[in-house]
């Protein structure tokens, strides 16, 4: 069985009150070791320096020689911490306040002596006519001195507790905004997407808190294209799968071959149709799924996806007569979304070559200047009129008198997923008319080539 290790907890509250609460306890415990330590080192030069006062105050006070020397019984009672002794320089001894308590001499100055199994700080000076001793016994010189110490961790023991809870305190108001965020997460519905209110904050929540309300954002744009496209998809394709219904129930109460080869051709209309919208909304699925991921930006050569495109949409241009190329491709590169930006490609060249007419012409290029890359696709198709350029970009906008004979009607989503994809590049889109080929002219200007 694995011994159980001490961890502190996971929680930042607990954690904090953990960490400050050890520290404090630590710091109050050295510093009440140095406390003591210096209480007794005080201690002690003070009870030295009383020592030698007591030793220079009976220099002069004592008789060269006299009757036998003093004595007290080390019962009588009274205060024994210093002990005094006192010879002559002839070795006879002239005071002594305690009867054998000390060795009969000592050297000059400090000295600790053991002497019957007592240890004493001794003090020994030495004059003209006399030899005095002062000392004490350091088991009674330790009590006092520890008393004294003692005192000073009086404050201690008592501000430590005081600074625990104060310490509680402060990481319980410190972290009370972190907690109204919870409470203000806690408390929503599952499509409340709001910004949480960052007022307050400390600056070391508020980074998080920005970045979640950025995510909030994100995920508001995110719903709302989600709810636009399921609307949109849902408006769309009513018309024509209603569309559908009635041609099949026309394509069964046919009489004969020509009413039926009518039915069946408006019926196969009808399905192209659908599936064009079907394929535009699934590309426009993508690209808003694209959008609301913000993939990061990466180096992509426009020469290279437009090369692709016009090799795809080649057997589209080949099946309606229409002169398909790659007039001019700048090798270069730009910060883009690869992805997008194939789609864009792709939806210009397709609506170029879906309403240009049979025999006509399709030109794109590829410019890289100083002032950034130019993509053009232009066509030889009817065109857009001025006044009708900017609801073009509009989704589900379709121009009255713009389908080619023969070809697919559009779904109105070409050109709206084009300016998605353009605004997203922080591109620019222009729609105007092809002076070479008389039709539409779609120019797109990105920013200046990596």
Do not use: C
Not at 277 to 286: F, G, H, I, P, S
Not at 328 to 343: F, K, S, T, V
Not at 358 to 366: K, L, N, P, Q, R
């Amino acid at each position: 069985m694995k011994p159980t290790r001490l961890r502190p907890p996971h929680s930042l509250r607990a954690r904090l009150l953990w960490f400050l609460l050890v520290a404090v306890t630590l710091t109050a415990l050295v510093q009440a070791f140095i406390a003591y330590g210096t209480a007794r080192s005080e201690a002690d030069e003070i009870f030295d320096y009383h020592m030698q006062q007591m030793a220079q105050s009976l220099r002069a006070g004592l008789p060269v020689a006299g009757p036998p020397p003093t004595t007290h019984d080390e019962e009588d009672g009274e205060d024994h911490d210093f002990v005094v002794q006192v010879w002559t320089t002839d070795g006879a001894l002239v005071f002594q306040s305690v009867r054998s308590a000390l060795p009969d001499r000592a050297l000059p100055g400090f000295s600790d002596v053991e002497y019957r199994g007592t240890t004493y700080r001794v003090f020994s000076l030495q004059s003209r006519s006399q030899v005095i001793q002062v000392a004490q016994d350091m088991a009674a010189r330790q009590a006092m001195a520890g008393t004294l110490a003692l005192r000073t961790l009086v404050p201690i023991a008592v501000m430590a507790p005081l600074l625990m809870l104060l310490v509680w305190w402060l990481v319980g108001t410190s972290l009370a905004p972190v907690a109204r965020v919870r409470n203000q997460l806690a408390l929503r519905q599952a499509d409340d997407l709001d910004e949480v209110n960052e007022e307050g904050l400390p600056d070391e929540i508020k980074p998080l808190v920005h970045e979640l309300n950025q995510l909030f954002a994100r995920l508001r744009q995110a719903f709302r294209a989600q709810q636009s496209f399921v609307a949109d998809a849902a408006h769309e394709l009513r018309s024509p799968l209603a569309a559908l219904k009635l041609q099949a129930l026309g394509l069964q109460r046919a009489t004969d071959a020509a009413t039926r080869d009518v039915a069946v051709g408006r019926l196969t209309a009808g399905i192209d149709r659908a599936t064009r919208l079907v394929e535009q909304l699934l590309v426009l699925a993508r690209h808003q799924d694209s959008t609301t991921r913000a993939a990061r930006a990466e180096p992509v050569s426009l020469a290279e996806l437009m090369r692709q495109g016009v090799a795809d949409l080649a057997p589209a241009a080949q099946t309606r007569s229409v002169d398909l190329g790659l007039a001019h491709a700048d090798e270069g590169a730009i910060d883009g979304h690869p992805e997008a930006l194939r789609i864009l490609i792709r939806n210009l060249l397709d609506n170029a070559v879906k309403y240009t007419p049979s025999g006509g012409t399709v030109d794109a290029e590829v410019r890289l200047t100083e002032g950034g890359a130019m993509l053009v696709v232009e066509d030889s198709g009817p065109g857009i009129a001025e006044g009708e350029r900017e609801r073009a970009l509009d989704r589900f906008h379709r121009i009255d008198g713009t389908d080619a004979p023969g070809s697919v009607v559009g779904s109105g989503l070409g050109l709206a997923i084009v300016k998605s994809i353009v605004d997203m590049h922080g591109a620019a889109l222009v729609l105007g008319r092809s002076e070479r080929l008389g039709g539409l002219k779609v120019t797109v200007r990105f920013v200046p080539v990596a």
